[in-house]
């Protein structure tokens, strides 16, 4: 069944083309079962990363790459608050998709 990663992070003043260049360049066809990546601005300097995969377990799989990924943009990011820390994750199964 179809997982969804979604993470929420705000970018510090000044390095939001920094942290789009470092998206831009993650080699997503190297994980397995991933299908779609997603940089959504929802914010000034905020931002949802949401990523569409085969199954939890090749979520699951792909984890190291994604903080790997995460590791190179984390001096890019400010603490959430309330202690988030820089990202504020979610993940599951998609329990219904519709089509336009």
């Known amino acids: ?3 969804m990663n979604v993470v929420h992070m705000r970018v510090k003043p000044g390095k939001e083309d920094e942290f789009l ?8 066809a190297s994980m397995p079962g991933s299908r779609n990546f997603w940089v959504m601005k929802s914010g000034e300097r905020s931002y949802v990363i949401v990523g569409e995969w085969d199954s ?3 979520m699951a799989a792909a984890r190291p790459a994604m903080i790997g990924n995460l590791d190179r943009i984390r001096p890019l990011l400010e603490d959430l608050g309330g202690g988030r820390g820089v990202t504020e994750p979610w993940s599951g199964e998609v329990a ?3 089509k336009s």
């Not at 260049?21 to 997503?28: G, V």
């Open 96 to 98: 219904l998709h519709l």
């Open 56 to 58: 939890l377990a090749a």
């Open 21 to 28: 260049r470092i998206h831009r360049e993650m080699q997503a």
């Open 1 to 3: 069944m179809t997982a």
